[in-house]
């Protein structure tokens, strides 16, 4: 089993960077593809960026591309979210996933979910 739980959420003015961290314990998340997605206000969970178990792959949203860079520090067992040059339409419930297969772009992929950090931004 692995728990995962999200930090570095909060309110941050257009233009300003917030970076998000996904804390793993129970186990090692080193053999798992570690996903982030997020879901705003009144619409469905979307997906926004997501590093292979090694590190070397990552995958971005359109939305986020260029602006958005993942990481992963396997030694930490934690997964990270730099967010640069935000939005007011990044404003959103960001959750970190991990899945033990690929991952990918799609929620049902990721077997383990952490609770959710608010990141709202603001104009």
């Known amino acids: 089993q692995v728990q995962l739980v999200e930090s570095g959420g909060g309110l941050v003015q257009a233009g300003g960077s917030l970076r998000l961290s996904c804390a793993a314990s129970g186990r090692t998340i080193r053999g798992y593809t570690v996903g982030w997605f997020r879901q705003a206000p009144g619409k469905e969970r979307t997906f926004a960026a997501a590093?292979?178990?090694?590190?070397?792959?990552?995958t971005y949203a359109d939305s986020v591309k260029g602006r958005f860079t993942i990481s992963r520090a396997n030694a930490q067992n934690t997964v990270y979210l730099q967010m640069d040059s935000l939005k007011p339409e990044d404003t959103a419930v960001y959750y970190c996933a991990a899945s033990p297969g690929a991952g990918g772009r799609v929620d049902s992929e990721y077997k383990y979910w952490g609770q959710g950090t608010q990141v709202t931004v603001s104009l």
């Open positions: 590093v292979s178990w090694s590190g070397i792959s990552t």
